[in-house]
């Protein structure tokens, strides 16, 4: 910062002594003098103003400020604001989780999945391979029906067996039953391993947040088949007769498998659980019957 000095005159100073002229000094009067000069000084300055063209004031341009026609959405992260806890490392998670997550439900279906091990690790992997379309039947093993898939006949068309949705009644009531808003919380609470956890996938740059939305966006986009869905057997499987459920990907095949009854109730739980995490409605894709 620059600070300039005060230059005044120190009219205290001893050694300042003005000399006025005094009737007694015998010198001409310089006043005429000095009223000589005034008077050429203000012709002067008068004909600089009558005959030097005056200068033009600077251009100024108005800017107006133009709104975008269509302003960015403001997006903010997944779930409510809660208060930070001292989590242990990654490695280290899982009698945390389980313990919150108990207070959340205890239900068989719940209970069978907390006594396996790096569960926030294998939450992460399920949301990656559902947000790519891919079935995480794979990391839910412990949740995998006991009973094997049955079909029936009706006249010439293969259905499947009320019996094998059935199997999934369990879990499609445990989805249901959890607090979409007691989720939120813990999805905020456990956010920072969440993303360690999705680092480690190949995501140096983390996102959680879109992934968990990416799957959840995907299954509710899952079509509601009207109706029994047909069958046509292979060599060791059955597929879709409809074409257009055929095409389906592998994680909305494995929501179509929990039959008529179930996936209304996960649909209506993961839309409400969306919502509480922040999802706008308007990223929401609503039920769509296949006729």
Not at 85 to 104: E, N
Request: a neutral charge; proline letters at 10%.
């Amino acid at each position: 910062m620059n600070h300039a000095d005060d230059l005044r005159l120190n009219e205290s100073d001893p050694s300042f002594q003005p000399r006025f002229p005094g009737p007694s000094d015998d010198r001409p009067p310089v006043w005429p003098w000095l009223a000589g000069l005034a008077v050429i000084v203000a012709i002067g300055v008068a004909a600089w103003y009558l005959w030097w063209p005056a200068p033009k004031p600077p251009a100024t341009s108005t800017k107006v400020a133009v709104a975008p026609a269509n302003p960015p959405e403001t997006r903010t992260g997944l779930g409510p604001s809660v208060p930070a806890i001292d989590l242990p490392a990654l490695d280290l998670t899982d009698p945390i989780v389980r313990d919150l997550v108990r207070r959340l439900s205890s239900r068989p279906e719940v209970m069978a999945w907390l006594a396996t091990d790096g569960l926030i690790r294998n939450f992460v992997v399920c949301v990656q391979s559902v947000a790519e379309g891919n079935s995480p039947a794979a990391q839910l093993k412990p949740l995998a029906p006991k009973d094997r898939f049955r079909v029936t006949k009706t006249g010439t068309r293969v259905i499947a067996d009320a019996r094998s949705f059935a199997r999934y009644d369990g879990i499609a009531d445990t989805v249901a039953a959890l607090d979409a808003n007691g989720l939120a919380r813990l999805y905020s609470t456990l956010k920072p391993r969440l993303e360690d956890a999705y680092k480690e996938l190949g995501h140096p740059e983390g996102g959680i947040d879109a992934a968990v939305e990416a799957a959840i966006v995907h299954l509710l986009g899952t079509p509601v088949v009207a109706g029994d869905a047909g069958l046509s057997p292979r060599t060791l499987s059955y597929h879709y007769a409809d074409q257009r459920l055929e095409a389906v990907s592998a994680a909305q095949k494995q929501l179509l498998r929990m039959g008529p009854r179930n996936q209304p109730l996960v649909q209506k739980a993961l839309h409400d659980i969306a919502r509480a995490l922040g999802i706008a409605e308007k990223r929401l894709p609503a039920p769509h019957a296949l006729q």
